[in-house]
């Protein structure tokens, strides 16, 4: 049995997330169709984070263990596995999901638990005017936002607190104590960036994190706010769930 390492790009518009579900199309569940075509074996793929109905990745991680004799006699299996993968596909969801690498690896790795940190990024188009070619990886506020007010209360969010009003009401996690290593607000022209980096969230924490910070840029809370519903826990003190279409993992880093 042989362990490898895959780095997966996808569009996750048109899936129900990472997680496999029954008769739903998920991230999860096109790879190991891919893998069960490609190899002949019923696999299970593991991944670095289980990202939500919508949300896309630049380098998703996953691993997967394979016992085919044959692919371990292939002496570029590392190159054939990718294309063999690629080859389904690219034919059974239109190039949606693609495997970036392949790498072999020890089989104590594990693409979720060996995972030191993973950073998000949410974007967002500030301009009255839509862009078409950004519709589908924004979310447009037409109105002025004040990124300096969005920057100064993104701080507040770092480090280690009890984030009950961060997170969805769905949310099953024992416990909503995560420490958040980075918060970072940016404006490039009409684009905003609000970058997060932590080793592990709770459901819909980032995009709850954005639609707060939308909401100070927007004056409709104070940052005082924010250390309210830190204290207090109480999710209708943080602001909405910002769409799910914007957000992006960006990379998950390993010891």
Known sequence: MTRYKIIVEYDGADFHGWQRQKKLKTIQGELESAAYKFSGEKITVFGAGR?????????????????????????????????????????????????????????????RFSAISRCYIYTILNSKSPSPLLRNKSWRIPIKLNEKLMRKASFLLEGKHNFSAFRSVDCQSKSATKTIEKVEVKRTGDIIYIRVIAKSFLMNQVRIFAGTLVDIGLNKKSEYQIVEALEKGKRSLAGPTAPAHALVLEEVKYS
Request: glycine share 4%; charged share 25%.
């Open 51 to 111: 990202t939500d109905n919508g949300v896309h990745a630049i380098a998703q991680v996953a691993h997967l263990d394979i016992s085919n004799p044959s692919l371990e006699d292939k002496k570029d299996k590392l190159g054939k596995l990718t294309m063999g993968l690629n080859f389904y596909l690219a034919r059974d969801t239109q190039n949606k999901i693609s495997v970036l690498k392949t790498q072999k690896v020890s089989n104590t790795f594990h693409a």
